[in-house]
């Protein structure tokens, strides 16, 4: 103790010296004259000086005990433990955050002694400058940054068009019709000179029409104008991605009513279908589905078959074991370039249901099979995107009158496929 009472005495005296010296070069350097009168009042700023020093020598004596701990001025000698970056700190508001070491060292010696107060005293710092982080203090001063990229809500992917189905594009008639060849000549064998039986090809026609499908989304022009991201690609976007699901979950299941197209499970004759009970999904059941096609005589070697399932569908798949207790499909299988059952490609969404009630079993889900390029898309025209400042539409005042801007979306198109036995599908698992 006494050791450290002569160092901050000699500094004391080594601060007066240095301070007599700066004044005494200053009235050489003046020529002042060294009259009673000025060396009076060069006395007394000196003692103004020197009790400045001792404040703050008393200050950072202060500031010392109040963190003091053991072992603190070894760690600040090596350069660890700082007191300046401590007061920086403590200006700024934010020990934890400034000086990191230095509070966490404080703040553990003061919990091993139990000096909850000076713990408390600690914390309370940080708390009563002016911050960012709390409004009233500072925070209104400083405006938050907005980033231009848009963090997307989680939605489905359109599947139909991965999977290979045919979209035919800019049809203009009120209805677009296929020709389709139903029947094939018939051959005989018979007696030489014998005449053959007359036969005839047959001919149908499958035939599609639009079915409108539209959106309406209302922004406000000073949403337009000042935001960013930009509100109008945000829309544009959200709409194209929302048309393209809508048209897909149809193109699966469309009703054939209420202005839905008839979708694929909705076919109706010549439609394959597997049945697992209700039950689970099986290796065997999954077996049955390209092979109820081949007996159908519809799998051909240049077709896009694929398998589609609800998500819930495909973790039963992937764990389904022989008798050995070994997984049929190994985690190899699902690498991106080898993702495929019984060597067809699968892909999974979740417009595929998995909450149908079948035969007293609920949440039994759909799982789709076939040859993808036999699916077509129609779509009359294009997906035409209208922007309006003012209207007159049947739900309410003018846009312009509003100060809004009216997106509004309309697609006209239908599907079909041109075999209904190119196709499998299953809606009664519980898998």
């Keep these: 103790m006494a050791q450290e009472s002569a160092t901050a005495e000699a500094k004391k005296l080594k601060a ?50 109040k963190f003091a701990l053991p072992g603190a001025e070894e760690e600040a000698k090596k350069g660890k433990f700082s007191y300046g970056r401590l007061a920086g700190a403590l200006k700024r508001g934010n020990l934890a955050k400034y000086a990191p070491y230095e509070y966490d060292l404080i703040k553990e010696y003061h919990k091993v002694a139990g000096e909850e107060s000076e713990l408390a005293e600690l914390d309370a710092m940080t708390k009563t400058s002016q911050q960012l982080g709390v409004d009233t203090t500072g925070g209104y001063l400083v405006g938050p940054e907005i980033s231009s990229e848009l963090i997307e809500n989680l939605r489905d992917r359109p599947l139909l068009s991965k999977l290979g189905a045919r979209v035919i594009s800019g049809i203009k008639g009120g209805e677009f019709r296929m020709p389709k060849k139903t029947g094939s000549a018939t051959m005989y064998h018979v007696a030489e000179g014998a005449a053959p039986t007359e036969s005839n090809l047959t001919f149908g026609q499958v035939t599609m029409r639009p079915h409108v499908v539209k959106a309406l989304v209302r922004v406000s022009d000073n949403l337009n104008l000042l935001s960013n991201p930009d509100i109008e690609a945000i829309v544009r976007d959200d709409i194209t991605l929302g048309m393209a699901l809508s048209m897909d979950l149809k193109g699966f299941r469309g009703s054939g009513s209420s202005s839905e197209p008839t979708g694929l499970v909705n076919l109706g004759t010549g439609l394959n ?139 006209e198109y239908d599907v079909m496929v041109r075999h209904n036995e190119s196709f499998a599908i299953c809606t009664d698992t519980s898998s």
């Design 16 to 65: 007066q010296e240095a301070v007599q010296g700066m004044i005494d070069e200053k009235l050489e350097e003046s020529g002042i004259a060294k009259t009673p009168e000025a060396l009076d009042a060069l006395k007394k700023n000196q003692e103004e000086m020197t009790l400045k020093l001792e404040a703050w020598e008393k200050s950072m004596s202060s500031m010392r005990s």
């Design 273 to 411: 279908s597997v049945s697992c009970g209700p039950g689970a999904i099986t290796l065997a059941k999954l077996h049955e589905f390209p092979a109820t096609i081949e007996q159908d005589l519809a799998l051909k070697e240049d077709g896009s078959y694929a398998y589609v399932f609800n998500p819930r569908t495909i973790d039963v798949v992937r764990q389904l074991k022989d008798s050995y207790g070994r997984y049929h499909f190994r985690p190899d299988t699902y690498a991106e370039q080898k993702m495929t059952i019984l060597g067809h490609p699968f892909y999974t969404s979740n417009q595929v249901p998995k909450n149908l009630t079948v035969g007293g079993t609920s949440n039994c889900a759909e799982i789709y099979f076939g040859n993808w390029k036999e699916f077509i898309i129609g779509i009359w025209g294009t997906l035409r995107f209208k922007v309006f400042d003012q209207a007159n539409l049947a739900s309410g005042a003018a846009a312009g009158l509003l100060d809004e801007l009216w997106f509004y979306v309309v697609a």
